[in-house]
């Protein structure tokens, strides 16, 4: 199904199943835990044996020798891999360092070896016997001391443009009457995520299966085929549950790749999950960022300049953080600048966390609009609304699809009590608590990506989906049941779904909140597809059939679906693919999150009391899993202001606190009452579904409303996050 002219009225509108907060259809077989994850699959892979990965114990040099003899000589050890005997591999296009390293090192604990054991503690045991010397080489590990070197990266189409320009930035800056000119920085993050990267691999002749946790089945089999040189059609990757990903698991990792070398040695099939410390310096990580923002307005308060630059750093060959990027779109204002600059570091490899670009970029810019509001003496909210903008503000001729940043900020306000906050920071006490509130601007874009589905109906009236869209807890499995259920007139018990297995049709997969909106528009396609088939089958013509309650009618027939699908059953496979009209829109969501914290005014503990985000985000398809998703964005975003900061080793090059004891993410006591309020909106542009993704969204801007919040309650702005008492200590108000 092509998508090229705004959506019509369809069979989604009917919200009979969509738009309602049903149950997760997963909720029982994970709450049992009958729902196996990658490293569980004991039943389809009995007999494996057990991989244990050694990460190299230097930054950055070389292997000089590896001695293996007393480890393959251990108990119970099949076989070790390594660089040398593992055969010619190639880089998957989506890693920066190779999986298997040797003898060249680049970044700490970059695989070395697998040890392939009987048990799990016979290949940890052996793995600590292999002997390895380095010769260390110099490294660059300190963003700050790599700024000055820094380049524009190369544009591509997830990063865009290093350099952009729109009328005279320069000039307008140094006019304007009021000015703000704030350099604000973020750290190195980890995703954190509860299940380990994992992987069981089998070989079958020369066909490989792996059992795997992975948010993008499509490009992860390109992956392993091109890093393996086998042919795509003999790779199989499966992974129906995932324990969270939120970017981590976007590619292949070591785990998936020393599975397969491992399996294939030890002739026999073989797991490998990494171990805490190997996923925060093994795998991927939000890169830190320095960014600086200047911004112009008229005494009134509009924007005539704004320029935002953003620096970060990455291995040789790697990706910038894209920070600035929303702030090409978010404010109106004629002459604006931002500047992308990646240094080269070699720290482990940055690559996407949830929201990347815009997570760390909201952190910086809506900060500043708050510093910016306050150097004017206008509220927050009056002085975002004051430059909202419908149209992209280096385009006008090209307008948003839809954007209700004012309405979302002005509901927030009203049901937050936003006009009990005192505009003098510092001023409200509730006992030894500083009480402040702060708002910030949510902003993400709506990306369209094709994705198909398989769909057959068979003669007990039940519909079963297959596609390798995966569902990472973020609720796919049931908003594409209901998507299946609406389409063909079904109750939601009449629909199967299978997920995340590479031998179904290709499917968007869970990256960058394009999920949702665009997995369900493939299964809305492939339902369509099946109803022609339906009707095909009866001699119904299908523009006169209608679907509902099991049965498809038309003119005085009505036969049930079960009977229509026949002892053969229908199927039909289709996708949705779209033209244009993301670049006639401009297509983003959008949302306000208010936030109160409390300051111990003493210990400068800092407590968040209470938060709230209002999302614009087009037709939400199940508003029960969608508020999960916000809520866990809002939590995430806590985190991102007050807690989460990988700390780095300048001199050896690593990230020191590799645990989750050290690496502070919020519990359940951190987290106070969240409310999340979605507007009644349905985006025609977006895709049949009129949906966007909130996955993202919710968290884009939390940490700076917290900030903001900060602020608002001490009267100290800190431009280093995370927000930790430390730096609130010294500056805090004299207790009378
Ligand atoms: Mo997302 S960082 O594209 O999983």
């Known amino acids: 199904m092509k998508f090229d002219t705004p959506a019509t009225t369809n069979a989604i509108d009917q919200l009979k199943v969509i738009g309602r907060p049903t149950d997760r259809i997963d909720g029982p077989v994970k709450t049992t835990g009958s729902a196996r994850y990658a490293y569980e699959r004991h039943a389809e892979v009995p007999g494996a044996a057990y991989g244990y990965v050694i990460g190299a114990g230097i930054a950055k040099g070389r292997i000089a020798s590896m001695d293996l003899r007393a480890a393959q000589a251990a108990p119970g050890v099949l076989a070790i891999v390594t660089a040398r005997n593992a055969g010619k591999l190639a880089k998957g296009d989506f890693n920066t360092a ?76 140094a006019a304007a009457p009021v000015q703000l000119d704030v350099t604000y920085s973020t750290p190195d993050e980890s995703h954190a995520m509860m299940e380990p990267h994992a992987s069981i691999a089998q070989w079958q002749g020369d066909r490989l299966t792996i059992w795997t946790a992975n948010q993008m089945i ?116 004629a002459n604006r600048l931002t500047a992308t600059r990646l240094a080269v570091l070699d720290l482990p490899e940055g690559n996407a966390m949830r929201a990347p670009g815009e997570a760390p970029g909201l952190m910086a810019l809506e900060v500043a609009m708050d510093e910016m509001a306050e150097k004017l003496a206008l509220d927050p909210i009056a002085f975002r609304v004051l430059n909202d903008t419908q149209v992209d503000p280096e385009k006008p001729e090209r307008p948003y699809s839809q954007r209700s940043l004012i309405e979302c900020l002005r509901t927030g306000a009203e049901r937050f009590g936003w006009n009990r906050r ?67 007139g079904l109750p939601l018990d009449k629909v199967q779904v299978r997920l995340g297995d590479s031998a179904y049709p290709a499917s968007a997969g869970s990256g960058g909140q394009w999920g949702a909106n665009n997995s369900t528009s493939g299964v809305f396609a492939a339902c369509m597809k099946l109803r022609e088939a339906v009707a095909g089958k009866l001699g119904f013509a299908v523009a006169d059939a209608s679907f509902a309650d099991g049965m498809v009618r038309a003119g005085e027939r009505a036969v049930p679906l079960a009977e229509a699908a026949g002892a053969e059953g229908l199927s039909a496979e289709d996708g949705i693919e779209y033209g244009d009209l993301d670049k006639k829109y401009q297509q983003s969501t959008f949302g306000a999150h208010f936030v109160e914290v409390g300051v111990d005014a003493v210990t400068g503990e800092i407590r968040v009391r209470r938060m709230l985000a209002v999302c614009a985000a087009g037709r939400i398809l199940n508003p029960k899993a969608a508020r999960s998703q916000v809520i866990g964005a809002m939590t995430m975003g806590v985190g991102g202001a007050l807690m989460e900061e990988l700390a780095v080793d300048k001199r050896h090059g690593f990230f020191v606190n590799h645990d989750l004891a050290g690496y502070e993410v919020p519990v359940h006591a951190d987290i106070p009452h969240q409310d999340v309020v979605f507007l009644d909106e349905t985006d025609p542009i977006s895709s049949p579904m009129k949906a966007k993704g909130v996955g993202e969204l919710g968290m884009c801007g939390v940490a700076a409303a917290v900030a903001n919040a900060v602020y608002n309650a001490t009267g100290i702005r800190v431009r280093s996050y995370p927000i930790t008492l430390d730096k609130l200590l010294d500056r805090l108000p004299p207790v009378a």
């Open 98 to 173: 190779k999986l298997l390293a040797g003898p060249e090192i680049d970044h700490y604990h970059q695989a070395v070896a697998v040890v392939v054991a009987q048990s799990f503690e016979q290949a940890r045991a052996a793995a600590q016997l292999v002997r390895i010397e380095y010769t260390r080489a110099a490294g660059r590990f300190d963003l700050a001391a790599e700024m000055a070197s820094a380049k524009p990266p190369k544009a591509s189409a997830f990063s865009g443009e290093p350099d952009t320009r729109v009328g005279d930035f320069a000039g307008a800056f």
């Open 218 to 333: 499509a490009w992860g089999v390109g992956d392993v085929a091109k890093t393996l040189g086998i042919p795509k059609e003999n790779v199989r990757l499966v992974s129906p549950f995932i324990g969270g990903g939120f970017g981590g698991k976007l590619f292949v990792r070591a785990d998936a790749l020393l599975a397969a070398l491992g399996a294939r040695a030890a002739r026999r099939p073989v797991k490998v999950a990494l171990t805490r410390p190997l996923m925060i310096n093994n795998t991927t990580h939000r890169p830190a960022t320095v960014q600086r923002i200047r911004i112009g307005a008229a005494r009134d308060g509009r924007i005539t300049a704004i320029a935002h630059e953003g620096w970060s750093g990455d291995l040789e060959g790697g990706q910038p953080e894209t920070a600035v990027n929303q702030t090409r779109l978010l404010y109106a204002g």
């Open 422 to 488: 005192n505009a003098s920071p510092g001023q409200q006490r509730d006992g030894r608590w500083l009480v402040g509130m702060g708002v910030a601007a949510a902003f993400r874009n709506n990306l369209l990506t094709k994705s198909a589905a398989r769909v057959r109906l068979d003669n007990r009236g039940v519909v079963t989906v297959e596609t390798d869209m995966t569902d990472i807890g973020t609720g796919s499995y049931t908003i594409i049941a209901q998507t299946a259920a609406e389409t063909m």
